[in-house]
């Protein structure tokens, strides 16, 4: 089980939308699928920011480059 320090801030539903650039509800989305980590505090749910930032991580596509493509049939 994973567990936050200071270093690693909880943020609000609001604060994971703004720094995703999307609405509260595609936030919830995620949560409702466990697509990303979060904390229960009471009835309140938190996300810790490194939880966002992976998320950004695993959806990013590196672009391709002309030594990649070498050797690929068009």
Do not use: C, K, Y
Not at 12 to 23: K, S
Not at 38 to 57: L, T
Request: charged share 20%; no cysteine.
């Amino acid at each position: 089980m994973a567990v936050t320090s200071a270093n690693d801030p909880l943020l609000t539903v609001d604060q994971a939308a703004t720094r995703l650039a999307t609405g509260t509800r595609f936030v919830r989305r995620l949560i409702a699928e466990r697509r990303i980590a979060f904390v229960h505090i009471g009835r309140h749910v938190r996300i810790p920011a490194s939880s966002v930032e992976a998320f950004i991580q695993e959806g990013t596509v590196v672009p391709i480059t002309a030594a990649s493509v070498m050797g690929r049939a068009a």
